[in-house]
């Protein structure tokens, strides 16, 4: 009998673990951040070149500057006009807002860099796994997002223009829908 009411007792419990831990997902992607827009999400640098600092203001030092626009990165905080970003390879810092666009961008399957010569995402005529391939794109590669539906993103890269799979890409949360 005492074995019984301890295994009710641990399945209750993992049942309100679960539970608790679906709501705080829940509520960490509801997230809105000072600005009024949600906290994390994914911008792109908008700056040729834009100075990654240790804090949140040009009185900070500069860890790290990039030279490229259009690079993902990942909004995690705000603090009055500077936002703690995160890129691909999850380096993290603060950036003045003016330097963000809200175009979407994504790299390709950054974690697969280096992994060997033959290893690409395939972009499709389709949004459907058994399409047309229409390019291979190196890991590392970065793409414009047009619009993604949860499984596959409306992408351009090198002006050759179709779909990929949104699990092939950092710049879209898993699932994520938009245009």
């Known amino acids: ?14 049942g ?5 831990a679906g709501v705080q997902f829940a509520h960490a992607q509801a997230a809105k951040g000072p600005s009024g827009l949600p906290l994390p999400r994914f911008v792109s640098l908008k700056a040729k070149s ?17 030279l490229k626009s259009g690079v993902p990165v990942e909004i995690i905080q705000e603090y009055d006009n500077w936002r703690r970003i ?3 390879d999850g380096t993290e810092g603060w ?14 399957a950054p974690w697969m860099r280096g992994k060997g010569e033959g290893i690409f995402v395939n972009m499709r005529r389709e949004a459907m796994p058994n399409s047309t391939v229409i390019a291979k794109i190196q890991p590392g590669v970065v793409i414009k997002v047009g619009e993604c539906n949860g499984d596959w ?9 179709g779909w990929v799979s949104q699990n092939e890409i950092w710049g ?8």
């Open 1 to 14: 009998m005492r074995h019984l009411v301890l295994r009710l007792s641990l399945a209750a419990l993992v």
């Open 16 to 20: 309100l673990l679960v539970s608790v």
């Open 50 to 66: 834009v100075n990654l600092r240790v804090g949140p203001s040009v009185d900070y030092a500069v860890a790290w500057r990039y």
């Open 86 to 88: 995160r890129d691909a």
């Open 95 to 108: 950036v003045n807002q003016a330097l963000l666009s809200g175009e979407r961008t994504a790299v390709t």
């Open 153 to 161: 993103c409306r992408a351009e890269a090198d002006g050759t223009a």
């Open 172 to 179: 879209a949360y898993p699932g994520e829908a938009f245009k």
